[in-house]
């Protein structure tokens, strides 16, 4: 007879998050089963490592991230979805400010250079969202897709708001920064996408 789990997936990944938003880097399993209230065995018998939960834990902020891009495309003019796309990386740090320290465990590359066996399916396209939303506001303001365009929209949307906001992670994210956030991605999204 299979024994009963004493904690769900997600309850575990709740705990996970916790731990990463309290001690980053160094959080471990005995955090987690800190926060859980309940034994090791009850992680490992979902997840066979430390690595396997904490990637797990991040997948799933990512997608939840993933889930807020869709509001930014309601808008019609382009560069303001660009702007829109812009504010919904410091709107997620500042309301999910566990989820987003969560986000700075890994990179993706360096997860896909070596992916967890059990997580590898679940790495797989993890980022086509942010590709395909990059590609269509690129194409909504440009007419078409470049690299330089792509590079552009790119550098406007996801880079240049998080490196406002990176050093501010995990904590309070003051609601001024928005305004600087939305300023310089409305400056690059407005330059052209040809060649000067």
Known sequence: MTRRALYTRDQILDAA??????RGHAA???????????PS?????RFPSRQSLFVAAWIRCVRQFHATLP?????????EAIVATGLLVSGF??????EARTLTLFRYANLMAAPPADQESDLQGLNDPVVAHITTLTERRFGQTNPRGLGLVSLACRDTPYGMV?????????????EPIAAACQAIARLSDAPA
């Open 28 to 38: 471990t399993v005995a955090d987690v089963t800190t926060r859980l209230g309940g």
């Open 71 to 79: 509001s930014a495309l309601e808008l019609d003019d382009p560069v």
């Open 93 to 98: 740090c500042r309301t999910q400010p566990a």
């Open 17 to 22: 998050v916790e731990a990463a938003h309290a």
């Open 41 to 45: 065995g009850s992680v490992y018998h």
């Open 166 to 178: 990176r050093g501010l992670i995990g904590g309070p994210i003051p609601d001024w920064i928005d």
